[in-house]
C-alpha cells in the first residue's frame, strides 16, 4: 500500500504531524500567520473525534488546552505575535504544574502588532524566557515540512515523557509555503502516550511524586483520585508550600527534568560538516537559504558546512561545540538582531569568529545576503 502523499502548507503539515501524535483536544483564537492550523483543525478534528473550541481569546486558549490535558487529552494550541505574549502566564502555569501540551508559535514581524504577514525570527528568546520565574522549556523548529510533520510529533511525545509544555517555533515562509509531504505509516514513528498512574482508586496518590526515572504518573483531573493543581510552589500532593527544602527540591527538579537531558532533546541535521573552514549555523526558514549557499560554494571549491538546530532549547551546546571545533569561521543564519548568534558565541571556543548574517526587515533572508556577509568575514569584499 502507497503511502499518502500531500502537497501544502507549513500550517497544514504541523496538522497532520499533531493529529498523527493523538492530538484530540484544541483551543485556539485566530491571527495571522498561525489561523490556518485553526481553521483545518475546527474541520479535521470533529471528524476524529476529537474536540476543537475557538476561545474568547489566547489566554483563554491556553488556559483550555491546560484544562483538557488534565483531563486526559493531548491538547495543542497555536498562535503568533501578540498571541503569544498573552500566552506567557499560563504557560508559566504549566511548567509548574507539569502539564503536558503542545504551544505553536508562527512568529511574525513585531514587536507590538508589528508586520503580521511578514517573516521573522524575533521570539526565540520569548520561548525561553516569556513566561517570569527560573524555569526550563523545550523549543523545537524546522525548515521544512517532512521535517516539521516529524519534529510536531516530537514535540507530543517530549511533552508527554516530562510532563511540560513544548513549544514548536515556527515562521511565517515556512507556515505558508507549499511543498510535499508524504504521511508515514501508522506506527512508523514512535508515539509517547500518557503514563498513567497504577495506585488504585482510595490509594494515596501523590501527583508530584517522580519515579525512579523521574517521570510523573498521572491521574485524570476529576477522576479516581483527587489532587490539588497549582501554579504556586507545591509539595508532592500539589498542595501550596512555603518550605525552603520543598521548594529548592522542585525547581530543581523543574529544571534538571530537561537541562539534564538534552542529549535526548538534541535534534540537529549536519551538512558537509566533516571538512568545513567555514560553519554556517542555522533554523527554520533561514535554514534553506544557507544549506542553498553552502551548496553552491562547495560546488566552487569553498568549504563551507551548515549545522541546522531543529533543537533551540534547551541550546544543544555540545552539538554547536563540536561542530564549530576546526571552523575558521562561524556564520550564525537567523532573521532576527542576534538571538541565537549570542547563544553559539558562549559556546565555542573563540567568539570572535562568530558572525551574524541576518535580516530584520521583514524580507526573506536570500543566499546572496549570506554570500555578502561571508565575503566581509573573509575580508574579500566590503
Not at 285 to 307: F, I, Q, Y
Amino acid at each position: 500500500m502507497s503511502k499518502k502523499t500531500l502537497f501544502l502548507q507549513g500550517n497544514e503539515a504541523c496538522v497532520e504531524g499533531a493529529l498523527y501524535a493523538g492530538l484530540d483536544f484544541f483551543a485556539g483564537y485566530p491571527i495571522t500567520p498561525s489561523t490556518e492550523i485553526a481553521e483545518m483543525l475546527s474541520m479535521r478534528l470533529p471528524k476524529k473525534g476529537g474536540k476543537f473550541i475557538q476561545m474568547e481569546d489566547e489566554i483563554a486558549s491556553m488556559c483550555a488546552i491546560i484544562g483538557a490535558s488534565l483531563t486526559g487529552h493531548k491538547s495543542m494550541t497555536a498562535t503568533s505575535g501578540p498571541g503569544f505574549s498573552l500566552k506567557q502566564e499560563a504557560i508559566g502555569y504549566a511548567v509548574m504544574a507539569e502539564v503536558p501540551c503542545v504551544v505553536v508559535d508562527v512568529q511574525r514581524g513585531g514587536p507590538s502588532t508589528g508586520m503580521p504577514t511578514k517573516v521573522s525570527q524575533g521570539d526565540v528568546m520569548q520561548t525561553r524566557w516569556g513566561t517570569h520565574g527560573d524555569h526550563a522549556i523545550i523549543t523545537l523548529t524546522a525548515s521544512n515540512h517532512q521535517d516539521l510533520f516529524a519534529i510536531t510529533v516530537e514535540a507530543f511525545n517530549l511533552s508527554e515523557t516530562y510532563r511540560t509544555p513544548v513549544i514548536l517555533l515556527l515562521d511565517e515562509v515556512i507556515a505558508h509555503m507549499r511543498e510535499k509531504l508524504v504521511i508515514p505509516e501508522k506506527g512508523e514513528i514512535p508515539l509517547v502516550e500518557r503514563l498513567w498512574t497504577s495506585v488504585k482508586e482510595g490509594t494515596d496518590y501523590h501527583p508530584y511524586l517522580p519515579r525512579e526515572d523521574g517521570r510523573l504518573p498521572m491521574s485524570d483531573f476529576g477522576g479516581v483520585h483527587r489532587y490539588n493543581v497549582t501554579g504556586l510552589v507545591h509539595d508532592m500532593w500539589g498542595f501550596p508550600s512555603e518550605d525552603p527544602r520543598i521548594a529548592y527540591g522542585l525547581m530543581r527538579h523543574l529544571v534538571d527534568k530537561i537541562e539534564g537531558h538534552v542529549k535526548e532533546m538534541t535534534h540537529v541535521k549536519e551538512y558537509y560538516l566533516d571538512d568545513a573552514d567555514v560553519v554556517l549555523i542555522s533554523y527554520g526558514s533561514s535554514a534553506r537559504s544557507a544549506l542553498h549557499l553552502v551548496e553552491n560554494r562547495r560546488a566552487r571549491g569553498e568549504r563551507l558546512g551548515l549545522l541546522e538546530l531543529q533543537t533551540l532549547w534547551p541550546f544543544p551546546a555540545e552539538a554547536v561545540r563540536k561542530s564549530c571545533e576546526r571552523a575558521e569561521y562561524v556564520i550564525v543564519v537567523e532573521m532576527n538582531m542576534g538571538q541565537v548568534t549570542e547563544e553559539v558565541r558562549k559556546v565555542v571556543h573563540d567568539h570572535e569568529t562568530v558572525f551574524l548574517a541576518n535580516r530584520i526587515d521583514g524580507t526573506f533572508i536570500s543566499p546572496t545576503d549570506i554570500r555578502n556577509i561571508l565575503r566581509v568575514v573573509q575580508g574579500k569584499g566590503v
